[in-house]
Nanobody
């Protein structure tokens, strides 16, 4: 079992920045890949970023590339999503997810690849 708790969301103006955190507990954090997804009202959950167990491999959706940075601190059991140059279209509930079946990145952009999810944190970007 893995428990994931996101934090760091909030209201920010366009062009602003936020850093999301996801604290994990349960199974050994440093052994599996992690991802961040987001879901805007009326839309499907979509992939944002993923990171391998060691942090050596990362992947991003085209829509967030060069603006978002995913990282992890295995000593703190935490994964981060640094977001800069936020735009209104980034408004969504952001979820972190764990792929406990894999330590590397496999099918990382697929919702179905992840077996544990946090409750989400709201990010609202005003224009």
């Amino acid at each position: 079992q893995v428990q994931l708790v996101e934090s760091g969301g909030g209201l920010v103006q366009a062009g602003g920045s936020l850093r999301l955190s996801c604290a994990a507990s349960g199974r050994t954090f440093g052994r599996y890949a992690m991802g961040w997804f987001r879901q805007a009202p009326g839309k499907e959950r979509e992939f944002a970023a993923a990171i391998s167990w060691s942090g050596a491999k990362v992947a991003y959706a085209d829509s967030v590339k060069d603006r978002f940075t995913i990282s992890r601190d295995n000593a703190k059991n935490t994964v981060y999503l640094q977001m800069i140059s936020l735009q209104p279209e980034d408004t969504a509930v952001y979820y972190c997810a764990a792929d406990t079946s894999n330590s590397d990145l496999y099918s990382y952009s697929s919702v179905s690849a992840y077996d544990y999810w946090g409750q989400g944190t709201q990010v609202t970007v005003s224009s």
